[in-house]
T-cell receptor
Framework: EAEVAQSPRYKITEKSQAVAFWCDPI?????LYWYRQILGQGPELLVQ????????DSQLPKDRFSAERLKGVDSTLKIQPAELGDSAMYLC???????????????FGPGTRLTVT | LAKTTQPISMDSYEGQEVNITCSHN???????ITWYQQFPSQGPRFIIQ?????VTNEVASLFIPADRKSSTLSLPRVSLSDTAVYYC?????????????WGAGTKLIIKP
């Protein structure tokens, strides 16, 4: 069964440092999502891609977060500089359904657990 | 502020049917309602999705009333392995702003 790959699985970094997360979606899935999940809360959408284009980044803290999906396949989420409040699980998901198809059957990767010290 | 509302936690016993309800008053007209299951330290897993009335698959049923302002996930004959957090997900339209809204999750604990 095809899966969404993410790396690293765990990352510890000091505040003010830069950190990057990588995601490889299921082959053929044009839509890719990055979420942040704080322990005990539901996922919060950070950015959504349709192929290589950003279609929703309204909740992305753009002063420190950036995301790209240059060839419309894998994607990278970067935080620079990291802050203590960024400690969370960062989840990547992919979907066959295009943006605003109103269907949200998403397939999630295992996530990256970020700890900022 | 657009949001969905679910019970924070529920307990049940093996073999029982469990129903978890989510309210979503501002669901976008064309959006589906989607439910996910999440185990600790894993990403959410898709369970079921529906637009109206009733949808059933091999693991769950989803009941959606005509006004679509709520939905109920039904898990038949639960087992210990169904202990997890369950989330509803909808597209929400408030003041012409579209948002993808996840509930805060319902922690379901199944007892032997």
């Amino acid at each position: 069964e095809a899966e969404v790959a993410q790396s690293p699985r765990y990352k510890i970094t000091e505040k003010s440092q830069a950190v990057a997360f990588w995601c490889d979606p299921i082959s053929g899935h044009a839509t890719l999502y990055w979420y942040r999940q704080i322990l005990g809360q539901g996922p919060e959408l950070l950015v959504q891609f349709q192929d290589e284009s950003v279609v929703d980044d309204s909740q992305l803290p753009k002063d420190r977060f950036s995301a790209e999906r240059l060839k419309g396949v894998d994607s990278t989420l970067k935080i620079q500089p990291a802050e203590l409040g960024d400690s969370a699980m960062y989840l990547c998901a992919s979907s066959l359904a295009p943006f605003r198809a109103y269907s949200y059957e998403q397939y999630f990767g295992p996530g990256t657990r970020l700890t900022v010290t | 502020l657009a949001k969905t509302t679910q019970p924070i936690s529920m307990d049940s016993y093996e073999g029982q049917e469990v129903n978890i309800t989510c309210s979503h008053n501002n669901i976008a007209t064309n959006d589906y309602i989607t439910w996910y299951q999440q185990f600790p330290s894993q990403g959410p897993r898709f369970i079921i999705q529906g637009y109206k009335t009733k949808v059933t698959n091999e693991v769950a049923s989803l009941f959606i009333p005509a006004d679509r302002k709520s939905s109920t996930l039904s898990l038949p004959r639960v087992s210990l392995s169904d202990t997890a957090v369950y989330y509803c997900l909808v597209g929400d339209s408030v003041d012409s702003n579209y948002q993808l809204i996840w509930g805060a999750g319902t922690k379901l604990i199944i007892k032997p």
